[in-house]
């Protein structure tokens, strides 16, 4: 019975717009997670992933525009002292021989000790070099006149501004050096005037990429390269030789490399170890980093939201929809996608792509949605097992029902095929119309009782199944009685029957549902083959098996209808409307006795061609119960 019209597009209707609303519930909860885990702070968490993008990068050609003069331990023993006013003052004047672009002398003027007139002889050498610049963590103030300077007698050598950061009590608050400032106050830096002259490009601050504010001042990641990355000469070495040009028109970074101080090394992305890179090796970094304008650069952070929002709407579609199993492969892949796209990102376009809330959001988005599932999937179950286990009560209950009542009809029934069997036997002439209508009890009966033996069969397959007694027989000779049984129905019909039986060696089966297998076979080809037609029954014998195939020349059965051939109860749609009576069994029936006996059956057929039915047997097999 169909449903009117109206009430199953009303039904339909329901349907969408109920699929509609669990979509926009999951997004709104999606939704709703990313938002919460935008406003959480993961400095730490992301600080650690970009430290090691940078750790595992492949490593750049630098600007070589830096030069490194480094006091380091080689330079003590060479020169037997520690750094002292007088040694500086020596390297100032060897490096500046050569001529060098900008020299930074990156050491604590104040801290070194010496006498009054060793103070003033150093501040003479370094106010002779106008390239030099001594450097200061100090920021200038906008406005202020005085700006940056140091205690007499070093008060006219040129100072500037070049601050290291490190992210003690932001971001990350590790200790790290990862930023540098461009400018402060709309005031440019040293890093990046050093940089212009190499670069006129980053001579206009904006043209630098990847800037943020932060505290009044413009900022920028440092483009780390490895330690070591950049030439280095000790210091000592310098004052042994003669001027060659090798610092002409360079940057070069005077500094201390002896270990005794702290404020010599920073800690960096590549190593948390204090003395991991000089601070003069940091410089050089800030300024290559503008020089090469290659900064990493942060994404907009409704960019980082969006990709947030993204995979949360995605983990949760997954988790709800995907199989357990599928679902992890799914949301792996994605983790392993995502990561690698990030990396390759920083690593060729220096785009730094947030990574630590877009995992959160796939692991929180998991670990909450799937316990909601397994509720959900756990009710279900619950109602399925109910539902299931009235259907199996209802089904038990049919099932007896049906084999009561055959067995009840079987008897009215036998007493019916013996009343017409002593009428047709009595020595009394019977009119011929009333010998039709015997013959129409006969028939019909005889029907009546091959329905209630399939359905009795089907009832004991339902109920305790079919113990097999298996015997060794030849498959001919039970083909060969099915064929003399249907002999007479197929006379009717003007059908021939043609066998052509191969010799076989006997095979263990059980004689009495095979042949119920092939009476089916050869009853229904007789049944649905036109008249003056022909079937044809063949056996032959491989390795393995014994095939026996049961063809008919009649109508044939639909494509769609191949794979329901077998189907209890099913019959075509061509046959139900035609006088061919069944109940839909048969074929059924032939198919779980076959695979009984761990063979099995199968139908080769077009429309109108006619069909052929395949019967495999194994030639060694086992008893099985079902």
Not at 122 to 129: C, K, Y
Not at 347 to 368: D, E, H
Not at 453 to 470: C, D, H, K, T
Not at 592 to 597: G, K, P, R, S
Request: proline residues 5%; aromatic residues 8%.
């Amino acid at each position: 019975m169909s449903l009117p019209p109206s009430l199953g597009e009303n039904i339909s209707s329901f349907g969408q717009r109920r699929q509609l609303a669990m979509l926009l519930l999951r997004v709104l909860f999606a939704s709703v997670f990313a938002f919460l885990i935008s406003q959480t702070n993961l400095d730490y968490l992301e600080s650690y992933l970009y430290d090691l993008r940078v750790r595992f990068a492949p490593a750049e050609e630098v600007s070589e525009n830096i030069e490194l003069v480094l006091y380091d331990q080689k330079s003590v023993e060479n020169l037997k002292t520690n750094l002292d006013l007088n040694v500086l003052g020596k390297i100032v004047s060897a490096v500046a021989k050569d001529q060098p672009k900008y020299i930074m002398l990156n050491v604590a003027l104040t801290e070194i000790p010496g006498t009054p007139i060793e103070k003033k002889n150093l501040a003479r050498i370094l106010e002779s070099v106008p390239s030099l610049a001594v450097t200061s963590d100090d920021l200038p103030l906008k406005g202020d006149q005085e700006g940056l300077s140091l205690a007499a007698p070093y008060n006219n050598v040129k100072i500037v501004s070049a601050p290291r950061t490190a992210d003690l009590k932001v971001n990350a608050k590790d200790g790290v050096t990862r930023r540098m400032l461009v400018s402060y106050q709309d005031q440019p830096l040293f890093h990046a005037e050093a940089a212009a002259a190499f670069n006129p490009e980053v001579k206009s601050l904006d043209k630098i990429s990847g800037q943020f504010e932060f505290a009044r001042s413009s900022q920028v990641f440092i483009n780390f390269n490895r330690p070591g990355t950049y030439p280095r000469i000790s210091a000592g070495d310098i004052l042994n030789q003669s001027p060659t040009g090798k610092f002409k028109n360079k940057v070069v970074i005077i500094g201390n490399d002896t270990g005794q101080s702290n404020q010599d090394y920073i800690l960096t992305p590549y190593s948390r170890e204090v003395m991991a890179m000089t601070t003069s090796e940091m410089h050089a970094n800030m300024i290559d980093t503008i020089i090469k304008n290659a900064a990493p650069t942060p994404i907009p952070k409704w960019i980082n939201f969006l990709i947030i929002w993204l995979v949360s709407v995605f983990t949760v579609h997954v988790v709800l929809t995907m199989s357990p199993a599928k679902g992890i492969l799914t949301l792996g892949g994605t983790v392993v996608g995502f990561i690698l796209a990030s990396v390759a990102l920083f690593w060729t376009a220096n785009l730094w792509i947030g990574q630590a809330a877009p995992l959160l959001a796939i692991f929180l988005c998991y670990y909450f949605f799937i316990p909601y599932r397994l509720i959900v999937e756990n009710r279900r179950s619950w109602e399925y097992y109910q539902k299931n286990k009235l259907l199996s009560q209802v089904e038990e209950l049919k099932t007896n029902f049906i084999s009561m009542m055959s067995h009840d009809l079987k008897t009215p029934i036998a007493r019916i095929q013996g009343m017409t069997d002593m009428i047709l036997k009595d020595s009394v002439a019977l009119s011929t119309q009333q010998r039709e209508a015997v013959d129409t009890i006969k028939h019909s009966s005889d029907d009546l009782l091959k329905f209630i033996n399939a359905i009795l069969n089907y009832g004991r397959i339902e109920s305790q199944g079919v113990q097999l007694n298996l015997q060794s027989k030849d498959i001919n000779s039970l083909l060969q009685e099915v064929i003399r049984k249907h002999e007479f129905l197929a006379k009717v019909k003007r059908i021939q029957i043609v066998s052509e039986l191969e010799p076989l060696f006997p095979v263990p089966v059980d004689s009495d549902l095979m042949k119920q297998v092939f009476s089916n076979l050869v009853e229904n080809a007789i049944k649905y083959s036109p008249e003056d037609t022909k079937i044809l029954v063949s056996s032959e014998e491989s390795d393995t098996k014994v095939v026996v195939q049961v063809a008919d020349q009649g109508p044939g059965i639909p494509a769609d209808e191949l794979q329901n051939i077998f189907m209890k109860f099913f019959r075509s749609k061509n046959v139900k409307s035609s006088p061919i009576k069944g109940s839909g069994l048969g074929l059924y029936l032939a198919k779980y006795f076959t695979e009984l006996h761990e063979g099995r059956i199968f139908v080769e057929s077009s429309h109108g061609n006619g069909s052929t039915f395949t019967v495999e047997l194994p030639i060694e097999q086992g008893g099985t119960n079902a």
